[in-house]
């Protein structure tokens, strides 16, 4: 068995690392380029959410590479993801591949189905090895997770344009090929110290934007255009609104056991929208007002062009920027986003928030 998995920001690292611990042979897909893409979309439906699309295009690639497993999530709710799996699949089968799929399903409240389905991929792995194996992929994740906030806060301060990119490539990779949790920490210690030593202006006075959207736009930066590295290029702090390990601290962890996190982020949202819509959508509208009350200069919401719960807090967000006074800037992406344009909605967008911000310091 040669076991691939889809492309998902950092979280590939993590998987690949978890996989390999769990005694699998592991073909990572390429990286995502324009071909990945293009295979994508030539072999997805045409209104099939972007997403969908890339992972098409890293399942090919894989399968070209010689894999024969692939490793997918399932999905609950009023959203399309819940049946992805069964649609790559069903294309993949008709293109000809010979391969399995294993769906890993969120737990509806049982942690152990999901662990279950884990053990079944690696028989002769005996528990403790498997709860090891997970840990130690849960403190990778945590690890990742830490660094990539610190050079938000670090990129725009930077003195030389591109050093705190350069310096997160270095200090993520010791992470990646870390066995233990003892290794993890030892390379989150010396990543953290590699990325604050990045020359820096401390005192310079940059623009705080909240990123929020969609899970795997806002995780995975070929997807968003690499809009977190473009912004804080551009002297832009950014914060993230989702972070896989929050993800997973709510959707596997408390949801198995029958509690409900983000609270703080559906009574935010509550005036605005008060029931689940599937995928972030309910998300994207409270982390907004969270940051409008946060005293944010402005928020960026991402979505996929045709993502239907990203839709609804679309047409919500106008009413809450007004309300709650933070300007929000929507980006649609898909295949046909085009960077050029992108950028002059971003430079427009950061010119009306630093006007904004004079505005109201000599009021
Ligand atoms: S959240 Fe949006 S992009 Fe993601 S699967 Fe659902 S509809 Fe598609």
């Known amino acids: 068995m040669k076991i691939t998995y889809p492309h998902l920001g950092s979280l590939s690292i993590a998987m690949h690392g978890l996989l390999e611990d769990l005694g699998l042979d592991v073909q990572a897909p390429p990286p995502i380029t324009k071909r990945t893409i293009n295979l994508g979309v030539r072999h997805s439906p045409e209104f099939a959410c972007f997403p969908l699309k890339i992972n098409m295009g890293n399942f090919i690639e894989a399968l070209e590479a010689g894999a024969d497993t692939i490793v997918m999530a399932g999905g609950t709710g009023p ?15 008709d293109l000809g591949y010979n391969f399995e ?25 005996s528990w403790p090895e498997v709860m090891r194996a997970l840990h130690t992929a849960w403190r990778r994740i945590k690890a990742m997770d830490q660094l990539h906030a610190l050079t938000l806060k670090v990129r725009p301060r930077e003195l030389e344009k591109g050093s705190t990119t350069k310096a997160y490539k270095e200090a993520l990779q010791p992470i990646a090929s870390a066995r233990s949790n003892a290794q993890i920490e030892e390379a989150l210690r010396r990543g953290t110290k590699t990325v604050k030593a990045v020359p820096c202006d401390y005192e310079k006075d940059v623009l705080r934007i909240g990123l929020v959207g969609e899970i795997y736009m806002i995780l995975e930066p070929y997807a968003n255009l690499y809009i977190e590295n473009v912004l804080g290029e551009m002297g832009v702090e950014v914060e993230r609104s989702i972070y896989i390990s929050h993800w997973i601290k709510e959707h596997l962890v408390l949801s198995s056991l029958g509690l409900k996190g983000s609270k703080q982020i559906k009574k935010a949202a509550a005036p605005y929208l008060n029931h689940f819509v599937g995928g972030h959508g309910w998300e994207s509208v409270g982390d907004t007002v969270l940051y409008a009350r946060k005293g944010f200069d402005g928020v960026v919401h991402i979505l996929p062009f045709t993502c239907t719960p990203e839709i609804v807090a679309q047409s919500i967000l106008p009413t809450v ?43």
Do not use: H, N, W
């Open 79 to 93: 959203c399309r993801f819940g049946y992805y799996a069964q649609v790559q699949r069903e294309i993949l089968r």
């Open 321 to 363: 920027s007004r309300e709650q006074g933070i300007p929000v800037i929507s980006f649609s992406l898909d295949e046909q986003a085009g960077e050029a344009g992108f950028i002059t909605r971003l430079e427009a967008f950061l010119d009306l928030l630093s006007q904004r911000r004079i505005k109201t310091k000599t009021m």
């Open 101 to 125: 799929m294993i769906v890993l399903e969120p737990p509806q409240g049982q942690m152990s189905e999901l662990v279950d389905k884990i053990k079944e991929l690696c028989g002769d792995k």
